[in-house]
């Protein structure tokens, strides 16, 4: 995984619902002093789709949403 990994699912996360990658880079851009480029953030869907954490809900849309996994994740990593 990549630098944006935590940061794109800390956003999915926090939406709650699917969104897309332009709608994470802009949320990215506004909480974060370096913001990660686009192709940061797209590699980053890229992997945590491949670790099961991140599905595309309709593979011919452009929205991403946390799988169970990747909730579950994001649960036992806020408690700790």
């Known amino acids: 995984m990549n630098?944006?990994?935590?940061?794109?699912l800390e956003t999915l996360?926090?939406?709650?619902i699917a969104?897309?990658?332009g709608a994470i880079q802009y949320e990215l851009e506004r909480?974060?002093?370096?913001?990660p480029s686009r192709?940061?953030?797209?590699?980053?869907?890229?992997?945590?789709?491949n670790h099961e954490l991140v599905t595309k809900p309709d593979e011919?849309?452009?929205?991403?949403?946390?799988t169970d996994k990747g909730r579950k994740s994001m649960t036992e990593n806020s408690t700790q």
């Open 3 to 8: 630098d944006a990994s935590i940061p794109v």
């Open 19 to 21: 969104i897309s990658a």
């Open 39 to 49: 192709s940061t953030i797209t590699r980053a869907l890229r992997e945590l789709q």
């Open 13 to 16: 996360h926090k939406a709650g």
């Open 31 to 35: 909480t974060m002093k370096r913001p």
């Open 60 to 66: 011919d849309k452009i929205y991403y949403e946390l």
